[in-house]
Every structure is written in structure tokens, then in C-alpha cells.
């Protein structure tokens, strides 16, 4: 078995970049299909604001998961 503290940090690192690249380009498409809800919202004349604020939690999300994700491929 091997110890994961005799592991190189590389082994580390890309490990985990992998989960958050897939959750990053998930939320990001998200937010983009939220978005395309809010304007289909408001083109049939339907309140917006609830659709709004999903596609900003998702775009937030994706913001944060894409540095964490910038951040692990420098080191």
C-alpha cells in the first residue's frame, strides 16, 4: 500500500484537479443554462428573479471552482 505522504505533491495535486476541473465545467454549464432560462423568462413575460438568482449562484460557484482549478496547474 502505498503512503500517501512518500508520494510526490504532484500525484497529489493532479488527483484532486481532476474532481475540481469536472465540478467547474458542470457549474459552468449550469450557469450558462440558467441564463438562457432567464431570457427565455423574460421573453414570454414571466418573472425572471428566481432563475436570476440560480444562474448567479451557479456562475459564482464555477468563478471559484475555476481559480481553485488555475491555482492547482501552477504548483
Known amino acids: 500500500m502505498n503512503d500517501p ?42 418573472a425572471a428573479e428566481g432563475d436570476l438568482f440560480i444562474a448567479f449562484l451557479n456562475a459564482l460557484a464555477a468563478v471559484v471552482l475555476w481559480r481553485e482549478v488555475s491555482n492547482q496547474a501552477r504548483t
Request: glycine share 12%; proline share 0%; net charge positive.
Open 5 to 46: 505522504a512518500l508520494l510526490g505533491r504532484e500525484h497529489r495535486c493532479h488527483h484532486g484537479h481532476g474532481w475540481f476541473w469536472l465540478l467547474a465545467v458542470i457549474f459552468t454549464v449550469a450557469a450558462v443554462g440558467s441564463l438562457v432560462l432567464v431570457v427565455v423568462d423574460l421573453l414570454i413575460g414571466r
